[in-house]
């Protein structure tokens, strides 16, 4: 009696955990639908107040990093070569051009190895000794620099290196500067992330004029967050952004075509307040 009691007792407390656990999936389940909505405008509330116009100097601060990445690559790529005596600067074409060649040209007296050239493995050396009679002697020696065997292969990837990292600098410095001087690049920028989700808003033309007409700062935070967040839950987010910039800019237009200026309300008539017609 006292196993199968055991196992009556074991069943009865597994069943009553996996209600447990299901009861608090359904109270998390209904929780996550009842604060979906206010999550979305606690971020657009936290966005309005504390990202609004306050990360221009960041994007700025970015750009000069990218500026810097390309400023330290080129005086690197300056300094090895002053340091290889001014033969690295066009050293990994020179090496491409030479082994293009056919195995015949590349035997020919007149024609260098650039790798050589650059990198010399046989070298002739002078150094000093005592000799026998208590005097300083010069010897000349043939040496063999076998690191520069190594040497000129890792320098030829590092020119390579510099080469792709340069390039990938300058095209990113162009691509930044159409992102600066141009709304309709960044709006496309976001549409190409979410143009599933775009196609079927409603609010597409509100959405393309905020994002056209945003700050800088303001449209870099929205592009890292299109990259991180749940695109569905973006898009909604970015949505309510939109109709609340638009309702924003639409009364401050409301308030610059019929605002009163100093003519105006000296023609108009005085207004006397609630409280002073009670008095």
């Known amino acids: 009696q006292g196993p199968f009691y055991d196992l009556h007792n074991r069943k ?6 996996i209600g447990a656990v299901n009861f608090g999936n359904e109270d998390v389940k209904e929780e996550e639908e009842e604060t979906e909505e206010e999550k979305k405008e606690k971020l657009v509330q936290f966005f309005c107040r504390n990202i ?15 500026v810097l990445n390309l400023v330290i690559v080129i005086s690197s790529f300056f300094i090895t070569d002053k340091f290889l005596h001014h033969r690295y600067s066009n050293y990994g074409y020179k090496v491409w051009q030479y082994y293009l060649m056919p195995a015949e040209e590349q035997q020919m007296p007149f024609v260098i190895n650039p790798m050589c050239y650059t ?18 002697e010069a010897i000349n020696a043939i040496c063999i620099l076998a690191l520069n065997m190594i040497n000129d292969k890792v320098f030829l990837v590092i020119w390579w290196w510099f080469t792709l990292i340069s390039n990938i600098a300058f095209f990113r410095l162009i691509y930044r500067v159409l992102q600066c001087s141009s709304g309709c690049v960044r709006y496309q920028l976001i549409n190409m992330r979410m143009n599933r989700y775009f196609k079927k808003s409603s609010k597409i033309r509100k959405i393309e004029l905020f994002i056209c007409n945003c700050k800088l700062g303001d449209w870099f935070v929205l592009y890292q967050l299109s990259k991180n967040l749940n695109r569905p839950f973006f898009m909604d987010f970015l949505a309510s952004l939109s109709v609340r910039y638009a309702d924003i800019r639409n009364c401050e237009d409301g308030e610059l075509d019929g605002g009163d200026n100093f003519v105006s309300m000296l023609l108009k008539p005085s207004y006397t307040s609630v409280e002073e017609e009670k008095v």
Not at 12 to 17: E, G, I
Request: net charge positive.
């Open 12 to 17: 009865f407390m597994a069943d009553q955990l």
């Open 52 to 66: 609004h116009n306050k990360y221009n100097v960041y994007f700025c601060g970015f750009i000069f990093c990218e």
């Open 119 to 136: 990198f010399p493995r046989i070298a002739s050396c002078t150094y000093w000794r005592w000799g026998s009679g208590g005097q300083q």
